[in-house]
């Protein structure tokens, strides 16, 4: 499923969109090819006989829901699974038949957390933690190309510009500040 485009607004650039990296399809794809395999196997082996149908019917229904439930499922919810880096936001995005979507705006960014193992190490993927005001917390698990995304994720954060209302506070305490090295004596009591 491709990322709908409805969901950025005009001035919005996407700078990253990933999907979890291919390491994790590796499983659901072999019990896939297992499942497939043995139901082939027990085609074969089995006799053509009216208990060889049967038993055949067990090990097909048996295989076609492991097959279904932890290979073609698992595949399906890591290509439908979306991490996206505009200029603006971070928005994850997973769900087959009932969608989840999470925006978090960058300047709310707090702190952001690269995990590695060592296997992620060799594959260059990794677990994005990233924290943002307020005790929300949004895990990027099996990331492709962390360190990159981690790089640009602090590079966008620097390039935010400050909000105006900063700005605002920060002239008038200039202005409260007094322009002499001489400090302000303290009114009698």
């Not at 009216?50 to 097909?60: I, N, R, S």
Request: aromatic share 8%.
């Amino acid at each position: 499923m491709a990322f709908p485009d409805e969901v950025l607004t005009d001035e919005e650039e996407v700078v990253l969109h990933l999907h979890p990296h291919w390491k994790t399809a590796i499983r659901p794809a072999l019990v896939t090819l297992l499942a497939l395999a043995t139901i082939a196997f027990a085609w074969v082996m089995l006799p053509q006989n009216t208990g060889g149908f049967l038993a055949f019917g067990v090990v097909a229904a048996i295989m076609g829901y492991y097959g279904l439930r932890y290979g073609v499922g698992p595949l399906v919810v890591w290509r439908c699974t979306h991490y996206v880096v505009t200029d603006e936001r971070l928005l994850l995005q997973d769900g087959v038949l009932a969608r989840e979507r999470r925006d978090l705006p960058l300047n709310r960014i707090n702190d952001h957390l690269l995990t590695q193992s060592l296997l992620d190490r060799l594959f260059g993927s990794g677990t994005l933690t990233i924290d943002s005001i307020g005790d929300q917390a949004a895990v990027l698990t099996a990331v492709p190309h962390a360190h990159q995304l981690q790089t640009a994720l602090y590079e966008l954060i620097e390039r935010l510009p400050e909000d105006e209302d900063d700005e605002e506070e920060e002239e008038e305490e200039e202005e409260r500040r007094p322009t002499s090295g001489w400090r302000r004596a303290r009114p009698p009591r």
